[in-house]
């Protein structure tokens, strides 16, 4: 890879670490407003019908900006007997397939979020409670972590056919 590439990748990186601290205080943020919730009902006897919406806003944004994160250190679920039993070369294949594939679905799911956000601001949607945020927020989020998990996806795949590249050019020649 050259080096604008790489350093692409590694402000790519850089920007899914961040993303995985913001996702964890948002997680954060969400239990303590939880915490509150249950509090002030129990001891005070007020409902509080927003708390529940928020905290389902902060848990999307925590699980689609966390994704791409998650997707470079490999953490989605994995069979991970597979890379015990299966030569290297294989294994570098069968991750390759994976990311080319799953990119497919995921720049369909980005693109699909796009456009509810899109339509969700430009209709004005909103939810059905008595607060009533707009419903463009979470779609928002839920397309800008698509579209960074699809863009570290590009990463990995770029990355991966360069490694099977560089295996092939340093193989020793075997002949009769």
């Known amino acids: 890879m050259n080096l604008f590439a790489k350093s692409i990748g590694n402000g790519l990186r850089h920007f899914n670490s961040w993303m995985a601290l913001l996702s964890a205080f948002l997680i954060f943020a969400a239990t303590l407003i939880l915490v509150y919730a249950v509090l002030t009902r129990y001891f005070f006897f007020v409902s509080n019908d927003w708390v529940i919406e928020l905290c389902v806003f902060l848990l999307i944004g925590a699980t689609f900006l966390a994704a791409a994160y998650t997707q470079a250190e490999r953490g989605h679920v994995g069979i991970e007997i597979m890379d015990e039993v299966m030569p290297p070369r294989w294994n570098r294949l069968r991750h390759l397939l994976g990311d080319v594939l799953s990119l497919v679905v ?7 979020a796009w456009e509810f956000t899109f339509n ?12 009533g945020p707009s419903l463009w927020i979470p779609y928002s989020l839920m397309a800008f972590g698509m579209t960074t998990l699809a863009l570290q996806m ?11 590249a560089a295996t092939r050019q340093h193989q020793p020649v075997t002949g009769a």
């Not at 995921?106 to 699909?112: D, S, T």
């Not at 990463?155 to 099977?164: A, C, F, R, V, Y």
């Open 120 to 131: 969700a601001y430009d209709q004005n949607w909103r939810t059905d409670s008595t607060w």
């Open 154 to 164: 590009i990463l990995q795949i770029i990355e991966g056919m360069t490694k099977s």
């Open 106 to 112: 995921v720049a369909f799911i980005a693109n699909n």
